[in-house]
Nanobody, 121 residues
Framework: QSQLVESGGGLVDTGGSLRLACAAS????????IGWFRQPPGKDREEVAC????????IYADSVKGRFTISRDNAKNTVYLEMNSLKPEDTGVYYC??????????????WGQGTQVTVSS
C-alpha cells in the first residue's frame, strides 16, 4: 500500500526550529512532486512549499519564504521541511502529499494524519 507519513512536529517557542519529515512507503519519491501543506486552527488548509519532481525546483508560500526549506533525500525516500524562525502563525497541522495543490489532493487523492506544529508566543 502506497502512503506518505508525516512526522517531526511538536511544541516550540517563537523563533525556534523544527524539521518535518514526509516518509514514503510502497513507492519511490525519486522524481516525484511533493507538497507540504498546513491547516491552522479554524482555517482552511493551505499550500506551504512544493518540490518539483523533474528538477527539484521549489516554490514557497510568501508567508514562509526565507524561513522554510523543502528538500529531498532519495536514499531515505523522505522529503523534509526545515522550518526556522518559527512564528505563532505557523501553528497548525502539517501534511505532505504527492502533489502541490490542496484542491487536487482533497478531491482526487487523500490526506494523511499530518503532524501538529505548535509555536508558543
Amino acid at each position: 500500500q502506497s502512503q506518505l507519513v508525516e512526522s517531526g512536529g511538536g511544541l516550540v517557542d517563537t523563533g525556534g526550529s523544527l524539521r518535518l519529515a514526509c516518509a514514503a512507503s510502497g513507492f519511490s519519491l525519486y522524481h516525484r512532486t511533493i507538497g507540504w501543506f498546513r491547516q491552522p486552527p479554524g482555517k482552511d488548509r493551505e499550500e506551504v512549499a512544493c518540490l518539483g519532481g523533474n528538477d527539484d525546483s521549489t516554490i514557497y508560500a510568501d508567508s514562509v519564504k526565507g524561513r522554510f526549506t523543502i528538500s529531498r533525500d532519495n536514499a531515505k525516500n523522505t522529503v523534509y521541511l526545515e522550518m526556522n524562525s518559527l512564528k505563532p502563525e505557523d501553528t497548525g497541522v502539517y501534511y505532505c502529499a504527492a502533489h502541490c495543490s490542496v484542491a487536487y489532493v482533497t478531491t482526487v487523492a487523500s490526506w494523511g494524519q499530518g503532524t501538529q506544529v505548535t509555536v508558543s508566543s
